[in-house]
């Protein structure tokens, strides 16, 4: 069964304080890892999808990157805009690779 | 093009009461989904279709029906609420297998 893991939680960081989000997955034959990001009271926004070990893919302060176990999401510089929830997932085998099996998400809180 | 769109926003119904959740899409996607979502434990699959006229079962179908009579549209279906369905829904689309999906705005439900 596909297993999605994110760590931590919840994270409160400074304005300027870098740091990384971390997703651990277990499935039978990867077909790609994708991170949303989340803002309350709305629905899941695309940012990024990996594909394979070693890949890495940037927009703005984020960058993503992929092992053969997980994957990191990094926060550079972050801003209060930043401030979101990111969710990791992976396409779910018993759906023929259609649907998306989540982690539960970290939630990621900037302060000025 | 409004990408996926849901009807309504928010609801309270009573337990035992029956409603319909709409979802819509402009992009031409093959595929649609529905997703519940509760605090902690991330996004969870009901129901998906791969096309018009089809319909299956994710991971918690129970309690819930579908359709999909035109490929533009996505129905869920609650026959007779219960308070377990208190949730966020949201419905998503793609193009194929894989590919990345695209998040409605979500719908509040609260069952009394």
């Known amino acids: 069964e596909d297993q999605v893991t994110q760590s931590p939680e919840a994270l409160r960081l400074q304005e300027g304080e870098s740091s990384s989000l971390n997703c651990s997955y277990t499935v039978s034959g990867l077909r790609g890892l994708f991170w949303y990001r989340q803002d309350p009271g709305k629905g899941p926004e695309f940012l990024f999808t990996l594909y394979s070990a070693g890949e890495e893919k940037e927009k703005e302060r984020l960058k993503a990157t992929l092992t053969k176990k997980e994957s990191f999401l990094h926060i550079t510089a972050p801003k209060p805009e930043d401030s979101a929830t990111y969710l990791c997932a992976v396409p779910r085998m018993d759906t023929g690779r259609r649907a998306l099996t989540f982690g539960s998400g970290t939630r990621l809180q900037v302060q000025p | ?112």
């Open chain 2, 1 to 112: 093009n409004a990408g996926v769109t849901q009807t309504p926003k928010f609801r309270v119904l009573k337990t035992g009461q029956s409603m319909t959740l709409l979802c819509a899409q402009d992009m031409n996607h093959e595929y649609m989904y529905w997703y519940r979502q509760d605090p902690g434990m991330g996004l969870r699959l009901i129901h998906y279709s791969v096309g018009e006229g089809t319909t299956a079962k994710g991971e918690v179908p129970d309690g819930y029906n579908v359709s999909r009579l035109k490929k533009q549209n996505f129905l869920l279906g609650l026959e007779s609420a219960a308070p377990s369905q208190t949730s966020v829904y949201f419905c998503a689309s793609n193009q194929g297998a894989q590919e990345t999906q695209y998040f409605g705005p979500g719908t509040r439900l609260l069952v009394l």
